[in-house]
């Protein structure tokens, strides 16, 4: 089985998210398209439809951009494979919507095998959250040429000293 080039970078836009959540940034299609030397036209449909299903939120305008919409070790590697793999069919009588033929097919224990390969295969793969993906986030965001963001601490503000006459 071979997932498709689509949930492939699918994969790698949550990741480069995930890494980024940590400093709580907004990333652009045109970063990440840098980091993984990826087509910019193919990881904005895959975007949107991360937008569309709740998996990135996005904002628009000139600073705008995208950041994951849950902490990564709330989101299932399965989940984001199942929004973007359209067909988990390994074999054509695996596919309900395309007619087949198959003399053998009533006595036939391949599909059954087959689906419940699939069946484990995605079990798997939803007991890995996308933080548990990311070995080493530190590494990652380094690889991936994300700067490491600058903490700003704020100077608390004094209270004034009331004078009791």
């Known amino acids: 089985m071979r997932l498709t080039v689509y949930t492939d970078y699918t994969l790698r836009v949550m990741m480069y ?3 980024r959540h940590r400093d709580d940034g907004m990333s652009t299609i045109d970063e990440i398209a840098k980091a993984y030397d990826i087509s910019r ?3 904005t449909k895959i975007v949107n439809e991360l937008a569309q299903t709740g998996f990135v939120t996005t904002v628009r ?6 950041r994951i919409a849950k902490d990564p070790s709330e989101i299932s590697i399965g989940s984001i494979v199942r929004m973007a793999e359209k067909d988990f069919s390994i074999v054509a009588c695996h596919d309900k919507a395309t007619p087949h033929h198959c003399a053998i097919q009533p006595t036939c ?3 059954r095998r087959m689906s419940r390969a699939i ?3 995605m079990a798997e793969l939803d007991s890995m959250t996308l933080a548990e993906s990311i070995a080493a986030p530190t590494v990652a965001a380094s690889l991936l040429g994300i700067a490491p963001q600058p903490i ?3 100077p608390r503000k004094r209270k004034a000293a009331t004078v009791q006459q």
Not at 61 to 66: A, E, I, Q
């Open 109 to 111: 224990n391949l599909k």
């Open 152 to 154: 700003t601490i704020t």
């Open 17 to 19: 998210l995930a890494v």
């Open 41 to 43: 036209s193919h990881l």
């Open 61 to 66: 305008g000139r600073s705008g951009g995208m």
């Open 119 to 121: 069946d484990a295969f």
